[in-house]
């Protein structure tokens, strides 16, 4: 009687940085580790050390297993065969390798999102150097990327991931699936030192404040105090007309994004370059973004091979009011964060403004002017906000007002 078989990973010949884990529980012989690997001579013997590690861990004392290998990291390997046993077994307990992460900074609620870079949850090769891409937030995608067959082993990587990689500082972003999965999503990653989760295919403020209740649950159980913010997406007419519930739904909400794809399949028509067929849902969600205080992020651009058409895509989002847009490749990652950061006219206008307004201040002046208008304190609050930004790239130094009264 053959024993019970379960596979985890990828693996084939244009498969990077992943294995294909094949385990099989018996009951008697001890463990058989077959392995295939290029790299075999040097890293063999620490693969099947932790193959074996994995295995005891979860009390499996009798197993063949096949591992065949395309260059995976240490985490990729024991998260593979951790997928396989819970396949065979149900077993809940988590094999975690070291925590390198733990002690990152926070989030902020008003950092720069320019740039969200989409990685597939499932495909290792992908995330491993992805902070080199200079992207200002990075997700860890479980849910439209991940075959319905692979999530749960998507969802051990990933939460290895978290644990192991260098973001190099962008925002450390997870996008969870809906309804039962997600709540297994939240429960393997908000430990993980996590800053925001996207909540896809958003409707209702309800839906908000569920997935706000369960990471509170795991918060207080895993004794974790920092913030986890959030980014509804939305992608369906009903979701459209409720963008300002959504977006004044919880103070955890600090974006609000639309989804495009999904969105124009919702109408029944198609999504074009020129974008007429989803203004109205765009616009409304600016609005409501804005009325809420938090910010707008654009949906992502498909095709990753016209940049020139991306770039005025760019520049068309950012005059309706939007402050970001997702990305689905690293070569979008710079033609997005240079299109939404202020230019040298924008910065040069929001200084001029910001000392008029010290200026007035300072004299005790009730009319602020700044050339032949009146400016108010919206104005002054969104100079401000350029200002930082420009500082925040480097376009600016942080004692610049120093610097402008020495050339005076």
């Known amino acids: 009687m053959n024993s019970p078989v379960a596979v985890a990973g990828n693996c084939g010949p244009k498969v990077r940085s992943d294995c294909e884990m094949t385990l099989a529980i018996e009951s008697d012989g001890g463990i058989s580790i077959t392995l295939s690997s290029k790299v075999e001579s040097l890293y063999g013997s620490s693969i099947r050390q932790l193959a074996s590690e994995t295995l005891d861990f979860y009390g499996i004392k009798h197993a063949s297993v096949s591992i065949i290998d395309s260059g995976a990291l240490p985490f990729v390997i024991s998260?593979?065969?951790?997928?396989?046993?819970?396949?065979?077994?149900?077993?809940?307990?988590?094999?975690?390798?070291?925590?390198?992460?733990?002690?990152?900074?926070?989030?902020?609620?008003?950092?720069?999102?320019?740039?969200?870079?989409?990685?597939?949850?499932?495909?290792?090769?992908?995330?491993?150097?992805?902070?080199?891409?200079?992207?200002?937030?990075?997700?860890?995608?479980?849910?439209?990327?991940?075959?319905?067959?692979?999530?749960?082993?998507?969802?051990?990587?990933?939460?290895?991931?978290?644990?192991?990689?260098?973001?190099?500082?962008?925002?450390?972003?997870?996008?969870?699936?809906?309804?039962?999965?997600?709540?297994?999503?939240?429960?393997?990653?908000?430990?993980?030192?996590?800053?925001?989760?996207?909540?896809?295919?958003?409707?209702?403020?309800?839906?908000?404040?569920?997935?706000?209740?369960?990471?509170?649950?795991?918060?207080?159980?895993?004794?974790?105090?920092?913030e986890v913010f959030l980014m509804p997406v939305i992608e369906t007419a009903i979701g459209v007309e409720n963008a300002f519930g959504i977006s004044t739904s919880s103070q955890d909400v600090v974006a609000v994004a639309i989804g495009l794809e999904d969105y124009t399949a919702d109408l029944g028509v198609q999504r074009t370059a020129e974008g007429l067929e989803s203004f109205y849902a765009r616009t409304r969600i600016i609005n409501a973004a804005r009325a809420a205080g938090i910010q707008p992020i654009d949906s992502v651009f498909s095709?990753?091979?016209?940049?020139?058409?991306?770039?005025?895509?760019?520049?068309?989002?950012?005059?309706?009011?939007?402050?970001?847009?997702?990305?689905?490749?690293?070569?979008?990652?710079?033609?997005?964060?240079q299109g939404f950061a202020p230019s040298?006219?924008?910065?040069?206008?929001?200084?001029?403004?910001?000392?008029?307004?010290?200026?007035?201040?300072?004299?005790?002046?009730?009319?602020?002017?700044?050339?032949?208008?009146?400016i108010d304190a919206p104005v002054v609050a969104r100079a401000h906000r350029t200002v930082s930004q420009a500082v925040s790239l480097g376009f600016l130094p942080v004692n610049w007002k120093e610097a402008e009264a020495g050339s005076l």
């Not at 991940?146 to 997870?174: C, I």
């Not at 760019?314 to 710079?334: A, D, N, T, Y």
Request: a positive charge; hydrophobic letters at 40%; charged letters at 30%.
């Open 79 to 226: 998260a593979r065969l951790e997928a396989a046993v819970k396949k065979l077994t149900g077993d809940t307990r988590d094999y975690l390798p070291e925590f390198r992460n733990r002690d990152l900074p926070a989030s902020k609620r008003e950092r720069m999102r320019f740039s969200r870079l989409y990685l597939p949850g499932n495909t290792p090769s992908l995330m491993i150097n992805a902070g080199l891409h200079s992207a200002d937030g990075l997700i860890l995608d479980l849910e439209d990327s991940v075959a319905p067959g692979k999530k749960d082993e998507a969802r051990v990587l990933v939460r290895n991931a978290l644990r192991q990689l260098d973001f190099y500082g962008a925002e450390r972003m997870v996008r969870i699936n809906q309804g039962e999965t997600g709540i297994k999503d939240l429960e393997a990653v908000i430990p993980q030192n996590i800053n925001l989760v996207v909540i896809p295919k958003c409707e209702n403020a309800g839906q908000v404040l569920d997935v706000r209740s369960v990471i509170s649950s795991v918060k207080k159980k895993s004794g974790i105090e920092g």
């Open 303 to 337: 095709d990753i091979g016209d940049l020139d058409a991306l770039k005025n895509n760019v520049k068309i989002s950012k005059s309706l009011g939007f402050e970001g847009m997702g990305c689905i490749h690293p070569r979008q990652v710079e033609v997005i964060r």
């Open 344 to 374: 040298a006219d924008e910065t040069e206008k929001a200084k001029k403004i910001i000392l008029a307004f010290d200026e007035a201040v300072r004299c005790g002046s009730g009319v602020i002017a700044f050339g032949s208008k009146m």
